[in-house]
Every structure is written in C-alpha cells, then in structure tokens.
C-alpha cells in the first residue's frame, strides 16, 4: 500500500483526519534481541523464550515497549508522504501509553490520525499526531502515542 500524498500547503486542511494505516510487520525474536543488545535491556521477559514460555501469560517472549515505539517512523512513513519539503524531523512526543503485551511473533501496525497542522512563521508546519500501534487480532492496543513532527518547505 502506497502512503497518502500531500503538499505541504495541504497539510493543515487535514487536521482533524485519519490519514491511514501503515503495513502489518511482524516483529521476530531476532529483532527484539538486537534492540535488547542495541540498549541493555536484557531482562528476562524479552530474550529468555524458554523461560517466557513457562512463566509468561503470553506462554512466549514480548516485545520492548520501546522497541514498539522505535517503529513509529518506519510505520508512519507508510502512512503519509508531504511533497514540497526539505525534510522532516521527528520534534518529540507529548504523550506515549504502553497499553497492552505484544508477543513475540506478533504482526502489528500504526493508524495515525493528524489533531493539529500548523504554519509557523518560517513557513514549517508542525504536526501534532496520534498514533496507534495495533496488534493484529487483539482489541487492545499495544500502544498510543500523541507525536509532533516537523516538515520544512522547499525553496
């Protein structure tokens, strides 16, 4: 699926909308332990798999959560896709709720939905996003997360 195309000057317009959903991913053991590598965070719920099956209400590993919000850029670059600009930057998030396990092997995905689109004086225009990671056949979230973004115009 292809991300939604706007303009720059479009952005604001959107305000208010769901823009859309990104792919399913499958998040595999191997990735959860490069990130556990990548950040020192080997506890026991996230790479002992034999353990995890004995122990875990899952009867498997999880997922870090801050490994499901490290895929917030890759997923939401599925999603949207402003032209006119020079780049993008991630500015930070006002909010980030961890609200459900993702089990290892787990497919999930982002729905982003723009709250707020504005114009600054130098002409970038900061987003205000919610987004939430889904976890395929569970009602539950795995995450929500309000991100703000910035975009700057093209000369």
């Known amino acids: 699926m292809a991300p939604r195309v706007v303009h720059i000057k479009d952005l604001p317009?959107?305000?208010?909308q769901t823009i859309g959903s990104s792919e399913w991913v499958e998040i595999d053991q191997e990735?959860?332990?490069?990130?556990?590598?990548?950040?020192?965070?080997?506890?026991?719920?996230?790479?002992?798999?034999?353990r995890a099956e004995?122990?875990?209400e899952t009867g498997t590993t999880i997922v870090h959560g801050f490994l499901t919000l490290s895929l917030l850029p890759m997923l939401t670059s599925q999603i949207l896709n402003?032209?006119?600009?020079?780049?993008?930057?991630?500015y930070g998030t006002n909010k980030v709720r961890f609200t459900n396990m993702v089990p290892?092997?787990?497919?999930?995905?982002?729905?982003?939905?723009?709250?707020?689109?504005n114009v600054r004086p130098d002409g970038?225009?900061?987003s205000i996003n919610e987004v939430v990671i889904e976890i395929e056949g569970n009602d539950r979230p795995a995450l929500v997360?309000?991100?703000?973004?910035l975009v700057y115009p093209a000369e």
Do not use: P
């Not at 317009?13 to 208010?16: F, K, R, T, Y």
């Not at 290892?104 to 689109?117: I, N």
């Not at 997360?145 to 973004?149: I, N, P, R, V």
């Open 13 to 16: 317009g959107l305000a208010g």
């Open 31 to 50: 990735r959860v332990n490069m990130f556990a590598d990548a950040t020192g965070d080997h506890q026991w719920i996230h790479v002992d798999v034999e």
């Open 54 to 56: 004995r122990e875990m």
């Open 82 to 90: 402003v032209e006119g600009t020079v780049r993008g930057i991630n």
């Open 104 to 117: 290892v092997g787990s497919r999930v995905r982002a729905t982003q939905t723009l709250k707020e689109a």
């Open 124 to 126: 970038s225009v900061q």
């Open 145 to 149: 997360a309000e991100t703000l973004g």
